[in-house]
């Protein structure tokens, strides 16, 4: 069936450090691919998402690429700050059928 | 706009109990759906409705059920409370579904069964 493959954490980085969370999907159709974002004690927030291949989604910095050729959705982020501490969702959706990974825990020390 | 409410926000139950948990949204999205989280397991959908009158089962169905009469609301019950549904509990509505839109999740409910 279909399912979402998340890096696992937690990841450490200090401030303005490159960051890279990888995400690969397996879909048996055409899926739209999303990252959501969960701060402490609260709900997911939509971070970005991508509809189709070679599509690149971006958002606050943020940055995935959709790659049917590797089945990859990776999140990157060229300079993280502090406010961006939390816990980062991969996620697949087909049809009326949602799949999220496991999640990765993002700390960022100054 | 209060966007997707979530009643209650904590609940402990008993072995056996059975309990509902409040869904609502106000931006009259056709989409709602129900999710449990668990560490290390993510979130998975529970059951999901295209619209009113309208419900279906997702990943992980056994143990609730859902009914939606209006747009605005969608109750998950919980007829007869197990230590494994234990989770935190997470409503999302959407203009859509969910392979193109964007859903919007309400704040939670933490529930602890004894």
């Known amino acids: 069936g279909d399912s979402v493959t998340q890096m696992e954490g937690p990841v450490t980085l200090s401030e303005e450090a490159f960051l890279t969370i990888n995400c690969t999907y397996t879909a048996t159709g055409y899926p739209s691919l999303f990252w959501y974002v969960q701060y402490p004690g609260e709900g997911l927030q939509l971070l970005l998402k991508?509809?189709?291949?070679?599509d690149k989604g971006s958002n606050k910095g943020f940055e995935a690429t959709y790659r049917k050729e590797t089945t990859s959705f990776h999140l990157e982020k060229g300079s993280v700050q502090v406010s961006d501490s939390a816990v980062y969702f991969c996620a697949l959706g087909t049809g009326n059928q949602f799949y999220f990974g496991t999640g990765t825990s993002l700390t960022v020390i100054p | 706009n209060a966007g997707v409410t979530q009643t209650p926000k904590f609940q402990v139950l008993k072995t056996g109990q059975s309990m509902t948990l409040q869904c609502a949204q106000d931006?009259?999205?056709?989409?709602m759906s129900w999710y449990r989280q668990d560490p290390g397991m993510g979130l998975r959908l529970i059951h999901y409705?295209?619209?009113?009158?309208?419900?279906d089962q997702g990943e992980v169905p056994n143990g609730y059920n859902v009914s939606r009469s209006t747009t605005e609301d969608f109750p998950l019950r919980l007829l007869s409370a197990a230590p494994s549904q234990t989770s935190v509990y997470f409503c999302?509505?959407?203009?859509?579904?969910?392979?193109?839109?964007?859903?919007?999740f309400g704040p939670g409910t933490r529930l602890t069964v004894t």
């Open positions: 991508a509809t189709k291949a070679d």
């Open positions: 409705s295209v619209g009113a009158g309208i419900t």
């Open positions: 999302a509505s959407s203009y859509g579904g969910v392979g193109s839109y964007e859903q919007y």
């Open positions: 931006m009259n999205h056709e989409y």
